[in-house]
């Protein structure tokens, strides 16, 4: 058994009682200082300063003044002469004196310096100056900018209008459009929109149709039209009626490989679109077998009226919907060409199976109205 009252050097000792241990474990313990204890000293370096010398006893004297501001420069963030300020403790008369102003009830808040004030204080050339200029020519851009947010494109006319008559003579009233009302037409209708296209949108675009001649024009001149425009094929649509006999489903389906390499020849059109446009004939007319007309086919697809969107914006007009893609599978299906969904939400627009003119423009209620009758 240990026995507690044995005391030997070489065993370890914890808070004064004698541990019996290995002596591998055994670790000489370290000379104590004499002159302190091992608590004291630490406690001492945790509080002390860091101008104090860490070998110096609790009586020693601070640093001198001038390596006291050489510590706070090099630890503050600020500049050096203003760091050796604050650590001088002396701060502007003016500063202080604003403070406490502040504080004061019904204190007169102290005037703000502008910025031309601040550019004649600084030396020419600076980059504080530089800076400065260049954020207020900044600001000016972003004002002009949007110097016309919140006005109405009615309100832009009219001041222009009232600029230019008090600056020349009178301007030509704008003509009245067929429509109606020019301001109010499809926003992709512009001031400078072909008339061609113009007359194509206000008296055509939207309006149902139900002629298997027209039925096929339309499906043609649709899949024309990818990578064009519909003012360029509107240009050329007479060079497509003659070279397709007015679009006769009968007359084209009977086209020979000659005949389509002449049309090809002398109207100058694309050999591929001949043959698609013979090949979509004979498929009218394999239609017309199973429901008796192309009418009676592509208007069934919408329950024989025509869908509304009602759509506000141009940009929420979509290139395709899942109508026309429901009704290209199934031509496609029928070994129809050039009816990807595309072309086919484009024939739907032409041919009135959906009216997307915007509820601003006349021509929607005109649509909507022919739909009914």
Same mark, same amino acid.
């Given at each position: 058994m240990c026995n507690s009252n044995v005391k030997s050097a070489g065993v370890a000792q914890i808070d004064g009682r004698p541990v019996l241990q290995p002596a591998g474990n055994r670790v000489a313990a370290p000379e104590p200082d004499a002159s302190r204890p091992l608590k004291k000293s630490l406690q001492k370096s945790l509080s002390m300063p860091a101008y104090y010398d860490s070998n110096a006893t609790a009586g020693a004297r601070p640093a001198?003044?001038?390596?006291?501001?050489?510590?706070?420069?090099?630890s503050s963030p600020l500049p050096p002469a203003k760091a050796a300020t604050k650590a001088a403790g002396a701060f502007p008369a003016e500063?202080?004196?604003?403070?406490?102003?502040?504080?004061?009830?019904? +204190?007169?808040?102290?005037?703000?310096? +502008?910025?031309?004030?601040? *550019?004649?204080?600084?030396?020419?050339?600076s980059i504080a100056a530089a800076q400065r200029?260049?954020?207020?020519?900044?600001?000016?851009?972003?004002?002009?900018?949007?110097?016309?947010?919140?006005r109405t494109a009615s309100f832009s006319r009219v001041e222009g209008r009232v600029v230019g008559a008090a600056a020349a003579a009178p301007e030509r009233a704008v003509t009245a459009s067929p429509a109606g009302q020019d301001e109010k037409r499809c926003s992709f209708i512009t001031p400078y929109s072909d008339p061609l296209y113009v007359a194509?949108?206000?008296?055509?675009?939207?309006?149902?149709?139900?002629?298997d001649e027209l039925l096929f024009e339309m499906l043609t001149l649709s899949g024309v039209q990818v990578g064009a425009d519909w003012t360029s094929i509107l240009k050329k649509r007479h060079v497509y009626r003659e070279a397709f006999s007015g679009f006769?489903? *009968?007359?084209?389906?009977?086209?020979?490989?000659?005949?389509?390499?002449?049309?090809?020849a002398d109207y100058g059109l694309d050999l591929g679109t001949v043959?698609?446009?013979?090949?979509?004939?004979?498929?009218?007319?394999?239609?017309?077998? *199973?429901?008796?007309?192309? *009418?009676?086919?592509?208007?069934?697809?919408?329950?024989?009226?025509?869908?509304?969107?009602?759509y506000r914006y141009s940009r929420k007009i979509p290139a395709k919907t899942s109508k026309s893609e429901c009704i290209s599978k199934d031509m496609v299906r029928r070994r129809f060409r050039f009816v990807g969904p595309t072309v086919v939400h484009s024939f739907m627009q032409a041919v009135g199976l959906?009216?997307?003119?915007?509820v601003s423009c006349p021509r929607h209620r005109a649509c909507s109205a022919a739909a009914v009758n």
């Amino acid at each position: 058994m240990c026995n507690s009252n044995v005391k030997s050097a070489g065993v370890a000792q914890i808070d004064g009682r004698p541990v019996l241990q290995p002596a591998g474990n055994r670790v000489a313990a370290p000379e104590p200082d004499a002159s302190r204890p091992l608590k004291k000293s630490l406690q001492k370096s945790l509080s002390m300063p860091a101008y104090y010398d860490s070998n110096a006893t609790a009586g020693a004297r601070p640093a001198p003044a001038e390596n006291t501001t050489r510590a706070a420069a090099n630890s503050s963030p600020l500049p050096p002469a203003k760091a050796a300020t604050k650590a001088a403790g002396a701060f502007p008369a003016e500063k202080s004196g604003r403070s406490k102003a502040a504080r004061r009830p019904g +204190a007169v808040p102290p005037p703000v310096v +502008a910025f031309a004030a601040l *550019d004649a204080l600084e030396p020419a050339g600076s980059i504080a100056a530089a800076q400065r200029e260049h954020a207020a020519q900044a600001q000016a851009q972003r004002k002009l900018r949007i110097a016309h947010y919140g006005r109405t494109a009615s309100f832009s006319r009219v001041e222009g209008r009232v600029v230019g008559a008090a600056a020349a003579a009178p301007e030509r009233a704008v003509t009245a459009s067929p429509a109606g009302q020019d301001e109010k037409r499809c926003s992709f209708i512009t001031p400078y929109s072909d008339p061609l296209y113009v007359a194509y949108h206000d008296e055509e675009w939207g309006v149902p149709v139900h002629d298997d001649e027209l039925l096929f024009e339309m499906l043609t001149l649709s899949g024309v039209q990818v990578g064009a425009d519909w003012t360029s094929i509107l240009k050329k649509r007479h060079v497509y009626r003659e070279a397709f006999s007015g679009f006769n489903v *009968d007359a084209v389906a009977k086209y020979t490989e000659k005949q389509m390499a002449s049309l090809s020849a002398d109207y100058g059109l694309d050999l591929g679109t001949v043959r698609g446009t013979v090949n979509n004939a004979c498929r009218i007319i394999e239609v017309r077998r *199973d429901f008796g007309s192309l *009418d009676r086919y592509v208007w069934a697809f919408v329950n024989n009226r025509p869908l509304s969107p009602s759509y506000r914006y141009s940009r929420k007009i979509p290139a395709k919907t899942s109508k026309s893609e429901c009704i290209s599978k199934d031509m496609v299906r029928r070994r129809f060409r050039f009816v990807g969904p595309t072309v086919v939400h484009s024939f739907m627009q032409a041919v009135g199976l959906t009216n997307d003119h915007l509820v601003s423009c006349p021509r929607h209620r005109a649509c909507s109205a022919a739909a009914v009758n």
